[in-house]
């Protein structure tokens, strides 16, 4: 029978600086959850000591050089110990990753191509951000050459492009649907995304979606606005000294967006996301190695602020269906990103009963 959480939930003190106290702590537990980032800084100690005690991992960040890292390094050794580490289960990366396979799944026929728009709207008071998340920005553009040698240490293989060659549009767009000017997203949702689909290929010999992400930004002013504070971040990124003024004032920087503290109560009540997912492929029936996608399709996945609000319900649901939902999930262990562990399991309708909510907007007749 399954244990009723008890009214007592004692306190384990841990310290990533500690493989003892973390050992500790994985032994006494089937799940850890873990929240302490920046993860390239803090994060492998804890999916060391999960996977060496036996305990499965999620966690919540955006990193895509700390997630491919923990797969070259703990995938084969998580499989022979049964245990899932699965990354990326905040904002960064399931409404994304979870989205691109709602798309799929709700198409009658083969989708082969997805972009998603990003919009965030927030209430009077503004919107604010920890600056743990600044930090995770600035130390990953500082080291993008890295993780191009990663990806070749890992080897992937290349996932084939079926259907029609989706394009990438321009850094900065403007985008008819929205009427406002929008942005490559510079977060981990491609990479996230990317990967799902590879192993859900490979693994499954279902056929791979392109993918683009998007944010919408606004009007003229907000792109000017951003593009020099963008400028000035990508330059400071690169140095040593800059990335120390970057980090020690990150309000300043990031115009009042990132700060030490975060947001208010207030600020995260007025805030909210949409993510619209622009979908197309082929028909049933219809050879998608051949002639050009005849069926679109729009969904979105809709939910409360994103930082603080969604990500932890997007956790706390994934580790619901880690442990609930054990029968659906890939037969071995191993590092997975969300789509990969939890495609078969009841995730989407655990997150739909708790406000991060998938629906499809229109359905082409075909």
Known sequence: GKAAPGEEVGVLLCDVGDAGSLATMARQTRLVLNCVGPYRFFGEPVVEACVENGASCIDISGEPQFLEGMYLKYNTKAAEK???????????????DMGVLYTRDKLKGTLTAVESFLSVKHGPEGVAVHD????????GLADEDNLKKLRKQIGYAPVP??????KRRGFVF?????????????????????????YLHTELQETPVQYGAYVTLGGLGTVIKLMFMGMLFLLLAKFNFGRKLLTKYPKF??????????????????????????GEGYSEGQDPQNGKPNVKICTEVKGPEPGYIATPIAMVQAGLSLLEDAAS??????????????????????????????????????
């Open 174 to 198: 403007y985008s008819p649907e929205f009427k406002e000017y929008c942005l490559t997203f510079m977060g981990s949702d491609g990479s996230v995304v990317k990967r799902t689909q590879r």
């Open 253 to 278: 920087f990031s115009a009042g967006y990132f700060t030490k503290e975060g947001p208010t109560q207030k600020q995260m009540d007025g805030t909210s996301f949409t993510m619209t997912f622009f």
């Open 329 to 366: 999930l890939p037969k071995r262990g191993g590092v997975y990103s969300p789509g990969a562990a939890f495609s078969k399991t009841k995730l989407i309708d655990r997150l739909n009963k708790r406000g991060v909510e998938f629906s499809v907007i229109s359905k082409p007749e075909v």
């Open 161 to 166: 492009v079926v259907g029609t060659k989706l």
């Open 132 to 139: 743990g998340t600044w930090k995770s920005a600035v130390y």
């Open 82 to 96: 049964g245990v899932y580490v699965v990354g990326s289960c905040g904002f960064d990366s399931i409404p994304a």
